[in-house]
Structures are given as structure tokens and as C-alpha cells.
């Protein structure tokens, strides 16, 4: 039965993951590894761009500023809770956000299929702020499926208060 009839699936960030780990296992057996790469990067950074970019004009159509609590409000993805541990360490003058426990990284981490995944987490989230808007600045320092204990971002000048946050 076609997905598209079957109004019971539920696209989550697992299944996500699933799709993404096999299209890149798929290219790489296809195209070899080093050339699969490169395809694979510049598509996570085109795809991350459009998401960004859908995010900034829901923003501003809604009258809002493309800053970094904006960026956290215009996110596309909805984790049930129980799938994500992240905390926010440092607001002011920079946002650290620390992530423990992420629905891709289980998933990949679970199958096997971290060699494949490590791909995604390299470039979307920089890809994601610079669509969103190319003047935010956001430092990886480390992400789990490259074999840190956590995700470690920095969102330079982030100057998340709470008037920013909650205003």
C-alpha cells in the first residue's frame, strides 16, 4: 500500500533517521564512499537551508525577529519529550544548548548505522541557523554521533533573557 494512503503513519524523527541512514548507505554502495560523501554534505546543507529558510518566513510573517529565540520557536520538528534530553546551559551573552539524549542519534546508535548517521548531525544544524538567518552565528563543539558524550552548541551573542524569550 502506498505511504500516501495510509493516513495512520506517523513521520517522526525516528523513522527520519531510518530514511536518512539508508539513503546515505545506498549512495555510498553506489557512487563509493568518498564521492557519496560529498553528495550526501551538500544535500544535508540544501535541505537544512530550505528548513531554515520555511522557518524564517513563518517568523516573519508573524511579525517576529530572526534571532536565536526565534530559531527555537520556528523549529519543524516536534520530539515527544521522553525522546529528547537537552538543557539550556548559558543564555547571556551567548545560548549554550546541550544535548544528552537525541531520537536520531538512539536510533542510529541502536542499528548500527552511526557511520551513516554522523553525516546528518556534521552540517544540518549549521545549515539550519544560516537558512534561518545567515547572521546568527552557531559554534558546534561536539555532537554524539561523532562520539562525544553530548551536543554541545553555541549560539554567539544567543542574549537569550526572558524578555526574549517570553515577550
Known sequence: MPVSSNK?????????????????????????KEKGKS??????????????????LRAQENGHNLDVASYFAYGEWEVPKNDMD????????????????CPWHTIWQDNN???YGKYFCKDIDAALVYGFNPELNIKINST????????DFVFKNGNLTVF???G
Open 113 to 115: 548505522l552511526l557511520e
Open 86 to 101: 537537552l538543557k539550556l546551559t548559558e543564555k547571556v551573552p551567548n545560548a549554550r544548548l546541550n544535548i544528552y539524549k
Open 39 to 56: 553528495i550526501i554534505c551538500k544535500a544535508v546543507k540544501q535541505y537544512g537551508h530550505q528548513r531554515g529558510k520555511r522557518m524564517a
Open 164 to 166: 526574549k524569550m517570553f
Open 144 to 151: 554524539q554521533t561523532h562520539g562525544d558524550n553530548f551536543c
Open 8 to 32: 495512520n503513519i506517523k513521520f517522526t524523527a525516528q523513522l527520519h533517521a531510518l530514511l536518512f541512514s539508508s539513503i546515505v548507505k545506498a549512495t555510498f554502495n553506489q557512487l563509493g
